[in-house]
């Protein structure tokens, strides 16, 4: 399976190398760094990346789909990955039109960009800025965790106070299903902990959960994360 | 004030004995905890304390209705997003999977020195702790020539059901060209924003199915919830059709008359084709029969929601007193949860947390342009105040509209869910 995968990984990348796709050639990597704006609340790319709600996405441009170390992908993507497809640029350029249309299980919350030139835009940028499987551009650091959550990760959760503070998150985030409200049960704890700092610190920018997070303090999102990995 | 768990069960068998034999089995084994009001506040206290209290806490329900509908997405209904059935709630799953004695009568009277509830329909339920969520009741003669007589002639569709049924057909029944009248509230009243919710989708009806027809609001107060973004979305979505007349000039002056379906604003009488009246508003009767209201409203400690006159009894949502939080599913179902843990922590012993509330009210302009405004908020001897606010902004692009609209749909399922599920 490993193999088969690597097989593809290679011919997929020779490809890339050989005649890069004319819809890849056409993208303006200068654009795309400012179209990742709104990418950079999740995810990191270039020296030092680190994942963080999403996984850095340096090397992404020819890799397995859901496949770099350290991060928890949800199965749809690990899927696709063992399955042998990889981020071509046909595959990027459709999971950024619609995350969820291409994978209906991402746990990716992006509505996506209808613009077909803004994803060529984009790809190109990640390609300049990570670069393709296997070229090492830009290194990253993928045992690593943001600081912040590694505090955090690092407290004991008290899952009592977990499951009083979680009667809050209730009232919107259901167990199952919702779309524009995600569940947020089943996150691995270092995906939900860095979702709740990045709204915190506003780095990911949403007015509810911006207003929710702010009174949480480090012991609560810890109590949290034990609260919601317990109850699965 | 938190009584000690051993004093407090001590205290109760000590009443009991001089009570009905049954009773006096049953208060010793197991808490009693009675909830009258099945809606956002009750609904919730009932299944958070049945769940968290396990075996040591027998929850009995008093719920006049057999199906709770929905006031939230009752103005979605109106404006052809919702169906009405989708509103309709059961409790099938609070008594089958909770085990909660789900009673379908009235609660007629308290007696706190018995710590009993009477009901309507005969017989009494005994309480150790007892929870009121009774949401609203009209204030008599607010309106002067409105009464709940004449609700089917104008409709207030201030509590869901039939009475939204009713105004969609009227609204239905319009004239082409005719007036939609709406007589809003004086603070403080339920759902700051639902008046003008309801206003944006009866334009939306209106603009789709009677174009030419006109919407006159008379208004008691200066300004209301999230003003600038509904006359933004008016301005934008139904230029014209909307008039809205303030305290300044007669809003705060009206009479009707429901035979002759007529409108008084300062003493014009104006003839209408639908008469929306939404009356001033008071907690529930219930909270008045058991004498812990001051003024129209029940007053409780923000810590608890216990109430300020008897501490064994708490009073959630609509009827509290509480401070800033505006009446709202959203806070009553938050504040359920406070008095849950609270009334358990008392009656077990589980942990009791610092009490800590949230609200988000959605509400929707038109077509995919939805809004909100929300708050977390904490407790203090005065009374619960907010700690943290959001709004949507003006000029936002139809893109973040959308997305709060859907954000708004998945609240919905998420809270039924919430309280009934
Ligand atoms: C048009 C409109 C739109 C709204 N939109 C929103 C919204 O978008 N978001 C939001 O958060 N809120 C909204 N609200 C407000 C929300 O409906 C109320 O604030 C909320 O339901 C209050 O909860 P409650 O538990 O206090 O009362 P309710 O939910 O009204 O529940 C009270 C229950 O008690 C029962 N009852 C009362 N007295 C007795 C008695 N003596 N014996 C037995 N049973 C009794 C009643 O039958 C009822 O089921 C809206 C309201 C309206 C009118």
Not at chain 2, 141 to 168: C, E, F, I
């Amino acid at each position: 399976m490993r193999d088969a995968r690597a097989a593809i990984g290679a011919l997929a990348l020779a490809a890339l190398a050989a005649a890069p796709s004319p819809s890849l050639a056409e993208g303006d990597a200068a654009q795309g760094e400012r179209l990742f704006r709104p990418c950079a609340a999740c995810h990191m790319i270039g020296e030092g990346a680190v994942h963080r709600v999403g996984p850095q996405l340096n090397g992404l441009v020819g890799r397995a789909i859901g496949a770099v170390a350290g991060y928890e992908f949800s199965d749809d993507l690990v899927e696709a990955g063992v399955d042998g497809l990889v981020w071509d640029a046909d595959a990027l350029d459709r999971f950024l039109a619609g995350p969820r249309d291409y994978f209906p299980g991402t746990r990716m919350v992006f509505r996506g960009i209808r613009s077909e030139e803004d994803r060529q835009h984009l790809i190109a940028y990640m390609r300049d800025a990570g670069g393709v499987a296997g070229e090492v551009v830009a290194e990253a650091d993928t045992e690593a965790v943001d600081p912040e959550v590694a505090a955090i990760l690092g407290i004991a959760g008290d899952v009592p106070y977990g499951e009083y503070l979680a009667n809050e998150c209730t009232a919107c985030h259901r167990a199952e299903g919702g779309g524009d409200i995600p569940t947020i049960r089943g996150l691995a704890p270092s995906v939900f902990i860095a979702g709740l700092v990045a709204y915190r610190n506003g780095s990911r920018e949403h007015q509810v959960m911006n207003t929710v997070s702010r009174r949480l303090g480090d012991e609560e999102i810890a109590a949290l994360a034990a609260y919601f990995q317990s109850s699965e | 004030m938190t009584i000690n768990r051993r004093v407090f069960l001590g205290t109760t068998a000590a009443a009991a004995a001089t009570l009905s034999a049954p009773m006096i089995a049953r208060a010793q084994t197991r808490a009693r905890v009675v909830v009258v009001g099945g809606g956002s506040g009750g609904a919730t206290a009932a299944r958070y304390i049945a769940r968290d209290g396990g075996d040591a806490i027998d929850v009995t329900l008093i719920e006049a209705s057999r199906q709770y509908y929905t006031c939230y997405f009752s103005n979605l209904y109106l404006g052809g997003f919702f169906d009405l059935e989708d509103t309709a709630h059961s409790y099938g799953r609070l008594a089958g999977h909770y085990g909660i004695n789900v009673i379908h009568d009235w609660a007629a009277g308290v007696d706190r020195d018995a710590r009993t509830v009477s009901l309507a329909g005969g017989g009494s339920v005994p309480y150790d702790r007892l929870v009121l969520s009774p949401g609203i009741d009209f204030i008599p003669d607010s309106v002067p020539g409105w009464s709940v007589n004449v609700q089917d002639r104008m409709p207030h569709a201030y509590k869901g059901g039939t009475q939204a049924a009713l105004l969609r057909a009227q609204l239905e029944a319009m004239p082409e060209g005719g007036t939609f009248a709406m007589v809003a509230p004086p603070n403080p009243y339920r759902c700051p924003p639902g008046p003008y919710e309801r206003i944006s989708m009866v334009a939306h009806f209106l603009k789709e199915n009677n174009p030419t027809a006109k919407i006159l609001i008379a208004d008691p107060k200066e300004g209301y919830s999230k003003q600038v973004l509904f006359e933004d979305g008016w301005e934008r979505h139904y230029p014209g059709m909307i008039e809205r007349i303030g305290p300044g000039f007669g809003g705060d002056n009206v009479e009707v008359d429901a035979e002759a379906m007529t409108l008084s604003i300062d003493g014009v009488v104006e003839t209408v084709d639908v008469c929306n009246v939404i009356p001033a508003q008071r907690a529930g009767t219930i909270a008045f029969a058991a004498g812990i209201t001051d003024g129209n409203w029940a007053p409780v400690s923000a810590y608890d929601l216990s109430s300020r006159v008897d501490p064994n009894i708490h009073v959630l949502g609509d009827s509290a007193a509480q401070g800033a939080m505006p009446k709202s599913g959203f806070s009553a179902n938050s504040q359920a949860k406070v008095c849950a843990n609270a009334v358990v922590a008392a009656l077990t012993d589980a942990r009791q947390f610092p009490a800590r509330f949230s609200n988000t009210c959605w509400s929707l302009i038109g077509t995919e342009d939805g809004v909100k405004v929300g708050a977390t908020y904490e407790a203090t001897d005065e009374g619960i105040v907010a700690s943290d606010t959001f709004v949507s902004q003006l000029g936002e692009t139809a893109e973040v509209r959308a997305e709060t609209y859907r954000e708004s749909l998945d609240w919905y399922e998420a809270i039924t869910t919430d309280m009934f599920v």
